[in-house]
């Protein structure tokens, strides 16, 4: 049973461009998260998706931030017009129910120049 | 409002030696869960033991155990034998019987000492 995936794994871009980030959960899991880690914190929460829906978005930045995690294929971090500060790791996790471990996987380093 | 508190932001510990990474917490929740987590180098995040709070008995995994104080809100992980791979960041999590979210500390970072 393959883990997490996430990519790419590592991204750079410049500010004002668009980063997107995917996130396949493992196989079985229908709840996907996703979090943020600055540099020298902590992850924090942004948002929950189940299947074509957004549960809880309370931890996501009210402009520029989107997320998506539709019927077939991947959950969407999108970042639009990026800043310096959005430079940080952005994990996802997933797991069968709401409830359960969240199993994570190996993060996407963003990288605004 | 749930907060997790870490206050070793680093330790240190000999390779076979026994280590207790401390962490509080702050919820007015009855049941809940708790976690730790391990980051290596390698940023990724591994599950190390989990706790669930209307539980009385301490989880343990091999190696690993932890000291749950309900009454003081207090979750603290001991690595055992500790090894060479086990230096890394070290994460207290919560996360609330109906939530979805974890609630992170900000970290212990762990260096095994050969």
């Known amino acids: 049973n393959a883990g997490v995936m996430q990519n790419p794994r590592h991204l750079v871009r410049r500010r004002g461009q668009e980063a997107r980030l995917r996130c396949s959960p493992m196989?079985?899991?229908?709840?996907v998260y996703w979090y943020r880690q600055l540099p020298e914190e902590g992850l924090k929460f942004m948002v929950y998706?189940?299947?074509?829906?957004?549960?809880?978005e309370s931890g996501m930045p009210k402009e520029r931030f989107s997320a998506e995690f539709p019927k077939e294929g991947p959950s969407i971090l999108r970042i639009q017009q990026v800043v310096r500060g959005d430079s940080a790791a952005y994990f996802c996790?997933?797991?069968?129910?709401?409830?359960?471990?969240?199993?994570f996987g190996p993060g996407t380093r963003l990288l605004v120049l | 409002a749930q907060t997790v508190t870490q206050s070793q932001p680093e330790m240190s510990v000999q390779e076979a030696e026994t280590v207790t990474l401390s962490c509080t917490y702050d919820?007015?929740?009855?049941?809940?869960?708790l976690f730790w987590y391990k980051q290596p180098p390698s940023r990724q995040m591994i599950l190390v033991i989990r706790?669930?709070?209307?539980?009385?008995q301490n989880a343990t995994e091999n190696r690993f155990s932890v000291n749950f104080q309900k009454a003081a809100k207090s979750f603290s992980l001991k690595i055992s034998d500790s090894q060479l791979g086990d230096t890394a960041m070290y994460f207290c999590?919560?996360?609330?019987?109906?939530?979805?979210?974890?609630?992170f500390g900000t970290g212990t970072s762990l260096t095994v000492i050969p």
């Open positions: 996790a997933s797991s069968p129910l709401a409830t359960e471990t969240q199993y």
């Open positions: 196989k079985g899991h229908s709840h």
């Open positions: 998706l189940q299947k074509e829906n957004i549960i809880d």
């Open positions: 919820t007015s929740e009855n049941n809940y869960y």
């Open positions: 706790q669930e709070a209307y539980k009385q």
């Open positions: 999590a919560f996360m609330k019987l109906t939530g979805n979210q974890f609630y």
